[in-house]
């Protein structure tokens, strides 16, 4: 099955500056891969996802971009604030097991002011 | 709107209780699910509904029973839970747009088993 690894497991920012989150997964068949964002006490929130037919998508202070062939995908923060802090988890699917996300373990980002 | 609506959002439970969850959206969202939350960890998958119809069970104890009464209610009811089950229940829903379909979480049931 599918393996989804993240890094790193911690972040810490300044804010301002820009935040790095790299995934990879294992199953070439993975087409969807979406990013979500839980703070403390609440559901995970999507903020950003691409499929496998795009290679960068961006949603204006976030981008991620895929590499199909090294089978790893990113999420870059720009102008971090203090309310990006917050755990954030890649995921990967195959769209023939719709529903089923494999999530990466998940990133703690602070933003220091 | 892609609000999926969980209650409630904290739930306190004996192992000799029978509770249940409940989850909603009114979207016309063709799945629902029911997802795991332990402390620090990413959402594990317990349940999908597709068209109201149970499609996948994760190997989940029978002390989990889900139930989705019409394309709109998702119920997770609990019998005779153990303390390792207290974690954050998640329900989520897919939603088509001009992309594809994206998966939304709910709020999420915290729920503590004594």
């Known amino acids: 099955g599918e393996n989804v690894e993240q890094h790193p497991s911690t972040l810490s920012v300044q804010e301002g500056d820009s935040a790095v989150i790299k995934c990879t997964y294992s199953?070439?068949?993975?087409?969807?891969f979406p990013w979500y964002k839980q703070e403390l006490g609440k559901g995970p929130q999507l903020i950003i996802d691409?499929?496998?037919?795009?290679g960068e998508k961006k949603d204006q202070r976030i981008a991620v971009t895929l590499n199909k062939t090294a089978k790893h995908f990113s999420l870059h923060i720009t102008e971090t604030q203090p309310e990006d802090s917050a755990v954030y988890f890649c995921?990967?699917?195959?769209?023939?097991?719709?529903?089923?996300?494999?999530f990466g373990a998940g990133t703690q980002v602070v933003v220091t002011p | 709107d892609t609000e999926v609506t969980q209650t409630p959002k904290h739930l306190v439970m004996g192992m000799t209780n029978k509770k249940s969850l409940k989850c909603e959206q009114h979207m016309g969202h063709r799945a629902m699910y029911w997802y795991k939350q332990k402390a620090k960890k990413p959402p594990e998958l317990m349940f999908v509904?597709?068209?109201?119809?149970?499609?996948i069970n994760e190997s989940v104890p029978s002390r989990f029973s889900p139930e989705c009464p019409n394309s709109s209610l998702l119920n997770l009811h609990l019998h005779a839970l153990q303390p390792e089950d207290s974690a954050l229940y998640l329900c989520a829903s897919t939603l088509r747009d001009r992309e594809g379909e994206k998966l939304f979480f709910g709020s999420g049931t915290q729920l503590s088993v004594l």
């Open positions: 691409i499929r496998s037919n795009v």
């Open positions: 995921a990967a699917m195959t769209t023939d097991s719709w529903g089923k996300l494999q």
């Open positions: 199953d070439s068949a993975s087409n969807y």
């Open positions: 509904y597709s068209y109201e119809k149970l499609s």
